[in-house]
């Protein structure tokens, strides 16, 4: 069964303090890897996406990589705007369909 | 350029009785994706459309369904509503069916009493 495995479930970082969050995966052929990140009160807000392994793609103080069986998000030197949920999501080869998650809620201290 | 839009923003209903969201997409996309969201669970796929049709569905019950009209907007509706039902329910578009990152709305919440 296809299923998305996020760890650790709640992370808080002091302001400057470089993480990574992970996201396994179980997938029988993966199409894609996606990251969003949420806010309380709104919808996911896409971030990357991932075909295959050893790609990386960086968006400001984020950087998203992609393994066979996992992928991470590291956040440097992190800002207590970027506090907020990071949802990872697989989608399997043969459906457009996205399996989720559930996240990492992620708190930055100034 | 608009963001998709959700209708309504809250909801209350009562057991037993039937709802519809709705959901207008980015404009020019013309696929649409429903996802339940529960603090258990997270995000669940519900179904998706394309060009008024449905190509996937979600291990939800037929009391969940949905339509997609001629203009790429989408509604679903559930049915006999259960304690159970109570979520966030979130509405995604995308250009097309594939690989691409959805934009989601802002969702419906949806509280069953």
């Known amino acids: 069964e296809d299923q998305v495995t996020q760890s650790p479930e709640a992370l808080r970082l002091q302001e400057g303090e470089s993480s990574s969050l992970n996201c396994s995966y179980t997938v029988s052929g993966l199409r894609g890897l996606f990251w969003y990140r949420q806010d309380p009160g709104k919808g996911p807000e896409f971030l990357f996406t991932?075909?295959?392994a050893g790609e990386e793609k960086e968006k400001e103080r984020l950087k998203a990589t992609l393994t066979k069986k996992e992928s991470f998000l590291h956040i440097t030197a992190p800002k207590p705007e970027d506090s907020a949920t990071y949802l990872c999501a697989v989608q399997a080869t043969g459906t457009y369909k996205y399996i989720f998650g559930t996240g990492t809620r992620l708190k930055v201290l100034a | 350029k608009a963001g998709v839009t959700q209708t309504p923003r809250y909801l209350i209903k009562t057991r037993g009785q039937q709802v519809t969201l709705s959901c207008s997409p980015i404009s020019g996309h013309r696929s649409v994706s429903w996802y339940q969201q529960t603090p258990g669970q997270g995000l669940q796929f519900l179904f998706e459309?394309?060009?008024?049709?449905?190509?996937n569905k979600g291990n939800f019950p037929g009391r969940f369904s949905g339509r997609q009209f001629s203009n790429s907007r989408s509604e679903m509706n559930v049915s006999t509503l259960e304690l159970g039902d109570s979520a966030l329910y979130l509405c995604?578009?995308?250009?097309?069916?594939?690989?691409?990152?959805?934009?989601f709305g802002s969702g419906t919440r949806l509280t069953v009493v």
């Open positions: 995604a578009s995308s250009p097309a069916p594939g690989s691409y990152g959805y934009t």
């Open positions: 459309y394309f060009s008024e049709t449905q190509r």
């Open positions: 991932l075909y295959s």
